[in-house]
């Protein structure tokens, strides 16, 4: 084993990779506790506020609300379109128009932002 491989196995210790193909939960217990918070409480709510990545709008989505969210009035928040490209901001919103879909960018540490939100 070389330097630099002797370095990584002090540093992070014996690794092994499974090889047998086993399953391997990659979602953390406190996900899945929100998960279950969030359907809990999707079942008394009339309207959703659902919060999304203004830069990554359809990827920032969680897909597995997705279906429980469609048969709620829902308005997605673009946050952080301070950091997104003006130029393609205005063309997310209207492609959420074309969708009848309720969308609003926002920055959410402006407080002003948020307040057009409620």
């Known amino acids: 084993m070389g330097g630099v491989g002797k370095i990584l196995k002090k540093c992070l210790g014996e690794m092994s990779f499974n090889t047998g193909g086993g399953n391997i939960n990659w979602f953390p217990g406190h996900m899945a506790a929100a998960t279950r918070a969030i359907n809990a409480r ?4 009339d309207l959703v506020i659902e919060v999304r990545d ?3 709008p359809l990827s920032s989505a969680n897909q597995d ?3 429980r969210l469609s048969s709620k009035r829902r308005v997605i928040a673009l946050n952080k379109k301070d950091l997104a490209n003006p130029n393609i901001m205005h063309k997310w919103v209207d492609y959420f128009d074309s969708c009848k879909q309720d969308c609003l960018p926002i920055n959410a540490h402006s407080r002003s932002s948020v307040q057009k939100e409620v």
Do not use: Y
């Open 54 to 56: 203004s830069r990554i």
């Open 65 to 67: 609300l997705q279906p």
């Open 42 to 45: 999707l079942k008394l709510a």
